[in-house]
T-cell receptor, first 116, second 112 residues
Framework: AQSVTQPDIHITVSEGASLELRCNYS??????LFWYVQSPGQGLQLLLK????DTLVQGIKGFEAEFKRSQSSFNLRKPSVHWSDAAEYFC??????????????WGLGTSLAVNP | DAGITQSPRYKITETGRQVTLMCHQT?????MFWYRQDLGHGLRLIYY???????DKGEVPDGYVVSRSKTENFPLTLESATRSQTSVYFC???????????FGSGTRLTVV
């Protein structure tokens, strides 16, 4: 069965420090991969997505993610974190062969705190 | 305004009452989804719809009913609310050719 694991429930970084949030998936082939961010009291916003091609994907707000097939990972990175990046981050996978079934499989999220 | 809107933002209801959460999107996206978000469980799919008049169950559909008579609306009804349905509910939509979801701001439902 497809699954998504975000090993870190909570991460704290200092403002200006680099960030890497981990995401591992279990899937028979290469899935579609997504990172979403949820600010407190808000809905989720798409940061970036990977369908195929270049394994380094650029997203909004200065985020990037790298797909590593050999590790079944899609880790999210940012070189310098800002206090406004404090939020919950969700990794999700989709099935490219799903047809009309566009359901995503979600990780449980990583809560990011940023120290001033 | 273009976007996806959920109403109400907050709702308190009593056990056993019927309550409907509304979701409206202005993009004519084909796909719409209802999720609930609970601590420790992440996002769980309740129901989804691939188009008007086409709906299907997600992983936690019991106690919920949906309809989609128009592309832009996807209401979620709790037929007889229970305390276990206290949660934050998110609606999302996605265009036919895409996979990225756009989420509403959520409805925080408390069942007392």
């Amino acid at each position: 069965a497809q699954s998504v694991t975000q090993p870190d429930i909570h991460i704290t970084v200092s403002e200006g420090a680099s960030l890497e949030l981990r995401c591992n998936y279990s899937y028979g082939a290469t899935p579609y991969l997504f990172w979403y961010v949820q600010s407190p009291g808000q809905g989720l916003q798409l940061l970036l997505k990977y369908f195929s091609g270049d394994t380094l994907v650029q997203g909004i707000k200065g985020f990037e993610a790298e797909f590593k097939r050999s590790q079944s990972s899609f880790n999210l990175r940012k070189p310098s974190v800002h206090w406004s990046d404090a939020a919950e981050y969700f990794c999700a996978v989709g099935d490219p062969n799903a047809g009309n079934n566009r359901k995503l499989i979600w990780g449980l999220g990583t809560s990011l705190a940023v120290n001033p | 305004d273009a976007g996806i809107t959920q109403s109400p933002r907050y709702k308190i209801t009593e056990t056993g009452r019927q309550v409907t959460l509304m979701c409206h999107q202005t993009w004519s996206h084909s796909y719409m989804f209802w999720y609930r978000q609970d601590l420790g469980h992440g996002l769980r799919l309740i129901y989804y719809s691939a188009a008007a008049d086409i709906t299907d169950k997600g992983e936690v559909p019991d106690g919920y009913v949906v309809s989609r008579s128009k592309t832009e609306n996807f209401p979620l009804t709790l037929e007889s609310a229970t305390r276990s349905q206290t949660s934050v509910y998110f609606c999302a939509s996605s265009e036919r050719g895409g996979y990225g979801y756009t989420f509403g701001s959520g409805t925080r439902l408390t069942v007392v």
